[in-house]
């Protein structure tokens, strides 16, 4: 069964350093990964996908992940993160069902905190 | 395009009580999710419809548990005897995506309903 581990819960940063959120993920099949942010009060928003082709992805706000096959990785990366990046940022990955349609499964997120 | 709208926001209730959410998804978007968070958790998938038509139900769906979309429009979920397990934030998300579904669709998640059972 496909899942995704993010073992880092909680990743404080200051303002303008660089910033990577890890994620493992654990499948026999080919995998579709996301990664999705959730800032306060909001619903979550696909930041960036990987379906196939180039392992590194380019998403909103400056952010980029790449795909690791040997490594089951997809780290999501940012050269300078500003404060309004803080947020909880979640893992996905795609599962194929029977009826045609994919369910994502999450992992528990790790929660970026920016400070100046 | 006003996005996907989850009322009420926040739900308190004693346990024992029905309750029940809605979501209004993007305007013709066929297709409709309602996923569970739990504190410290990812969400987690309950259910999904094409349509009017009720596909799948994950297994965290007991039977106290319903989810509606008579028109294929709006979706109400509803929680009968609340126990204080059923506390979690309950997202909407719905997507435009038609026919087989592909790695490619693109969900559009509402804001949430916060349940707290007492």
């Known amino acids: 069964a496909q899942s995704v581990t993010q073992l880092d819960s909680q990743v404080p940063v200051f303002e303008e350093a660089p910033v990577e959120l890890r994620c493992n993920y654990s499948s026999s099949v080919s995998v579709y990964l996301f990664w999705y942010v959730q800032y306060p009060n909001q619903g979550l928003q696909l930041l960036l996908k990987y379906l196939s082709g180039s392992t590194l992805v380019k998403g909103i706000n400056g952010f980029e992940a790449e795909f690791n096959k040997s490594q089951t990785s997809f780290h999501l990366r940012k050269p300078s993160v500003h404060i309004s990046d803080t947020a909880e940022y979640f893992c996905a990955v795609s599962v194929h069902l029977n009826t045609g349609f994919q369910k994502l499964v999450f992992g528990t997120g790790t929660r970026l905190l920016v400070s100046p | 395009d006003t996005g996907v709208s989850q009322n009420p926001r926040h739900k308190i209730t004693k346990r024992g009580q029905n309750v029940t959410f809605r979501c209004d998804p993007i305007s013709e978007h066929n297709r409709l999710y309602w996923y569970r968070q739990t504190l410290g958790q990812g969400p987690e998938f309950l259910t999904y419809f094409q349509n009017e038509a009720q596909l799948e139900k994950s297994r965290l769906l007991s039977d106290r548990f319903s989810a509606e979309r008579p028109k294929g429009s709006f979706s109400t979920l509803e929680i009968q005897r609340t126990e204080q397990g059923d506390s979690a934030m309950y997202l909407c998300?719905?997507?435009?995506?038609?026919?087989?579904?592909?790695?490619?669709?693109?969900?559009?998640f509402g804001s949430g309903t916060q349940l707290s059972v007492l």
């Open positions: 998300a719905s997507s435009p995506r038609v026919g087989t579904g592909s790695a490619d669709e693109k969900l559009f």
